[in-house]
C-alpha cells in the first residue's frame, strides 16, 4: 500500500513538473479587452478645417491624436498627431490659418491590409500592434472601430495601455 501511494505522488509530482514546464506566464492584462481601457470617443476634424480648431479641439478634450474624415462621405482620411502638429508649426511648415489638409497624415488604402482594432481586441493584440506586430512598423496610437470599420468609436494610445497596467492591482 505504501508503494502505491509513493508511486501516485511520484506520478502526479512528475504530471505537475510537466504541466508547469509548458504553461504560459500570466498576462499582465488577465483577458482584459480594449472596452477595459475606456477609450474616449474619437475627436475628428474636417481637412478643410484650420489647425487651430484642431489644436483648441485637442488642448481642451487633451488629446494627442484627431482623426480626420471625409466631409461628405464622413469616411475615415486619416489623422491628425498633435505633437508632430506641434513640430510643424514650430518649423514653420504650416501656420493656424492652413488647413487640416495640409499637416495631417493619410492613411494608405491601397494594397495595405489594416488590423481592425475593436472593443472586443484583447490587450496583448493591442500591445503587439502598438509594437509593430506583423510587418514591424511601431504604432503610437491605434484607431478603435467596430467590426465593419464603419463607425470609428475611439482611440486607444500606448499611454492608455500603460496606464491600464499602471493603476491595475497586482495579482
Sequence with gaps: MATTATNYTLEAQKLQADHGARSIPPSK?????VEDLDPPPALSCKPADPISLAMQNAYERDYSHLTVISSDTR???GYLSIPRLKELLKNGTVCDGDPVEKA???FRRKGNVYKVITMDTALEEL??????GADGSK???AVVTDWNRRFV????TKWDLEEFVRRRPPG
Excluded: C, I, S
Aim: hydrophobic share 45%.
Design 104 to 106: 495631417m497624415q493619410r
Design 139 to 141: 504604432q503610437d496610437f
Design 127 to 132: 500591445e503587439e500592434f502598438f509594437e509593430g
Design 75 to 77: 469616411a475615415l482620411l
Design 29 to 33: 492584462y488577465r483577458g482584459a479587452t
Design 153 to 156: 468609436l475611439g482611440v486607444a
